[in-house]
């Protein structure tokens, strides 16, 4: 695994029915959320797809981030089956 630089919390709104901002995901509990395995969401970090921050030794999201990222992917998802 390579090692992770600390990224910051984006401070892109999200809408609809998307968590509040503060509310923090552990990758296995991100993974959940987005239908995928918590390695997955690590690749997704690797990939600088999804911003994550540090709590202690602890990597965290943020839940509206990571409820954004799902919409932006279901929306790419339905135009390409469109």
């Known amino acids: 695994m ?3 630089t600390q990224q910051p919390a984006s401070d892109s709104p ?4 998307a ?3 503060g509310e923090d995901l ?3 509990e991100a993974a959940r959320r987005l239908g995928v395995s918590s390695l997955h969401v690590i690749d997704l970090l690797e990939a600088g ?3 994550f921050h540090m ?3 602890d990597i965290c999201f943020d839940a509206a981030e990571v409820d954004s990222y799902k919409a932006d992917r279901a ?3 339905s135009l390409v089956g469109a």
């Open 75 to 77: 929306s790419r998802e």
């Open 49 to 51: 797809e999804l911003d």
């Open 55 to 57: 709590v202690g030794s």
């Open 14 to 17: 999200s809408g609809g029915d």
């Open 26 to 28: 552990t990758a296995a």
């Open 19 to 21: 968590a509040p901002h």
């Open 2 to 4: 390579s090692e992770f």
